[in-house]
């Protein structure tokens, strides 16, 4: 039953990172196999293996967080409109006052 378990998180680890582009969420399902992978190495006692899988699992949770923020916060309304306005307020005086300081 443990091998089964291994094979089966291996399995779907080789699968997300071959389908990693795809989807942010496959980083999210490489990173819980990566996990699943660490947790049967740790049972079998390959500990190296263990701390492998497991930075590995921690790596690929980063780059799943970074994704969701980076894509959530391009599709997300009115966050484009709140950036420019930022942008227009802050710097547009600033530049005027520089260009007419001369």
Do not use: C, D, H
């Amino acid at each position: 039953m443990l091998t089964v378990f291994g094979s089966l998180a291996v399995g779907i680890m080789l699968l997300a990172y071959w389908r990693e582009g795809s989807s942010k969420w496959m980083v999210l399902i490489f990173a819980v196999a990566s996990a699943a992978t660490s947790a049967y190495s740790g049972l079998v006692e390959a500990y190296p293996i263990t701390v492998i899988e497991g930075l590995w699992s921690l790596v690929a949770f980063q780059r799943f967080y970074k994704r969701y923020r980076v894509e959530n916060l391009a599709t997300s309304p009115g966050v484009v409109a709140r950036y420019w306005m930022l942008i227009k307020i802050k710097l547009v005086p600033a530049f005027a006052e520089s260009r007419f300081r001369r």
